[in-house]
């Protein structure tokens, strides 16, 4: 049983589009996450949600608009997509915010063209 | 401004040596740091941690040691067997942030 789940896995898409990846875990975690992983490899966190609430949320472009309709997901929307946006976005949970090992999906490959 | 970094890229080992894989952190106030284990086309896998208070933690092949003077940890893996091969992250938390901060990973290649 999959801990952490997201879907879709692969995605290619066209510039301008608004796309959407949902993110579900069955730990029973508190807090929710998306990080993001570029061309370079560098893995950095996007937002993080604690109990449906918004705690933190990086410089990134208002197009990306998270969503936490209840503690056991997040998904996130993206609106207007750039070729820039191409990279693997990964959900995560962990049990709370601080010292807490984090758990990580399996990632979603989007390509915009 | 990268507060984790894993400086070699890359680390080819024989099986049944150890590999031994570094990280060095900038930020003093991170109190809690991580290493995680990354195969291809999946989810960063979390493998063994280490809280400042400690210098040393194990579980099993891989010890992680923790030297806050330098502001550096590495991870060994002894025996190393070829499932080991992957990509492996460090992480660090702590201070004035809940973020888990990541270091660019090294790609650990085990041959027989």
């Known amino acids: 049983d999959t801990a952490v789940s997201q879907t879709p896995k692969y995605l290619v898409t066209q510039m301008g589009n608004d796309k959407s990846i949902k993110c579900e875990q069955n730990l029973g975690h508190d807090t929710m996450y998306w990080y993001k992983q570029d061309s370079k490899k560098f893995l950095k966190i996007m937002f993080s949600y604690n109990n449906k609430e918004l705690i933190i949320n990086e410089t990134v472009p208002n197009r990306f608009s998270p969503k936490s309709p209840d503690k056991a997901h997040l998904n996130l929307h993206i609106n207007s997509l750039e070729l820039g946006d191409s990279a693997v976005y990964f959900c995560?949970?962990?049990?709370?915010?601080?010292?807490?090992?984090?758990?990580f999906g399996e990632g979603s490959w989007l390509t915009v063209v | 401004d990268q507060q984790v970094k894993q400086n070699s890229p890359s680390l080819s080992v024989q099986e049944g040596r150890i590999s031994i894989l570094n990280c060095d952190y900038t930020?003093?106030?991170?109190?809690?740091f991580l290493w995680y284990k990354k195969y291809p086309a999946e989810g960063p896998t979390f493998l063994i941690s280490?809280?400042?208070?400690?210098d040393k933690n194990e579980d099993g092949r891989f010890t992680v040691f923790l030297n806050k003077s330098a502001k550096h940890l590495s991870l060994h893996i002894v025996p190393s067997q070829p499932g080991d091969s992957a990509v492996y992250f460090c992480a660090a938390s702590g201070g004035d942030t809940d973020k888990l901060i990541f270091g660019t990973g090294t790609r650990l290649q085990v041959f027989p």
């Open positions: 930020n003093s106030m991170f109190d809690y």
């Open positions: 280490i809280s400042s208070i400690k």
């Open positions: 995560a949970s962990s049990q709370g915010l601080g010292t807490y090992t984090i758990y």
